[in-house]
């Protein structure tokens, strides 16, 4: 089975400053990663993914995330935000075989700050 | 396209009355998931289908919840008797096979149980 940590809950930032949002993930077979971002009274929406190749993986909006495999990691960073990056993001992982169905963490709530 | 559309957005019943929440997945989306999101907690899935057969179905509580999928597209979930605990919002998903898109979300129902 897998299972996802996200250690932070909430992280305030100030405009145009870099975050990073931790995301750790635990399972015995090899997995896929994914980012989603959740804005007030919406479905979630993918910020991007990891299935193979490059670790370095680039999404939508500016962010990108770097999977680290002997971390067991895949924090998500932005060099830059706004304040319309305000959102809670989650990470989610799935094995690469069987019904393929997402894990998530308990989500870290961003907060932008002018 | 056309995204996943989730119907009502929002629901106030009394405990121990019934419910039922529909989805519409994108067309084509042979992969259907409902998930279950508690406030301030990652989405936790309930059920999985794949066309019109349960796939993942484990964390369901099957003696109040049930779900289906008629003819491989709509879906209904139902909850009979509701519970204060089942307050929630519910997400429905759509993916193609393995999911390795990414599943696209619904704006959810957002369900209060008094």
């Known amino acids: 089975a897998q299972s996802v940590t996200q250690l932070d809950s909430q992280v305030p930032v100030f405009e145009e400053a870099p975050v990073e949002l931790r995301c750790n993930y635990s399972s015995s077979v090899s997995v896929y990663l994914f980012w989603y971002v959740q804005y007030p009274n919406q479905g979630l929406q993918l910020l991007l993914k990891y299935l193979s190749g490059s670790t370095l993986v680039k999404g939508i909006n500016g962010f990108e995330a770097e999977f680290n495999k002997s971390q067991t990691s895949f924090h998500l960073r932005k060099p830059s935000v706004h304040i319309s990056d305000t959102a809670e993001y989650f990470c989610a992982v799935s094995a690469t075989s069987g019904t393929y169905k997402y894990i998530f963490g308990t989500g870290t709530r961003l907060k932008v700050l002018a | ?114």
Do not use: M
Request: net charge positive; with cysteine; aromatic share 10%.
């Open chain 2, 1 to 114: 396209e056309a995204g996943v559309a989730q119907s009502p957005r929002y629901k106030i019943i009394e405990k121990r009355q019934s419910v039922a929440f529909w989805c519409n997945p994108i067309s084509g989306h042979a992969t259907l998931y409902w998930y279950q999101q508690i406030l301030g907690q990652g989405p936790k899935l309930l059920i999985q289908f794949q066309n019109n057969g349960v796939v993942d179905d484990s964390q369901l509580p099957k003696d109040r919840f049930s779900a289906e999928r008629l003819k491989g597209v709509d879906s209904t979930l139902k909850i009979q008797p509701a519970k204060l605990e089942d307050s929630a919002v519910y997400l429905c998903a759509s993916s193609s096979v393995g999911g390795l898109g990414g599943y696209t979300f619904g704006s959810g129902t957002r369900l209060t149980v008094v």
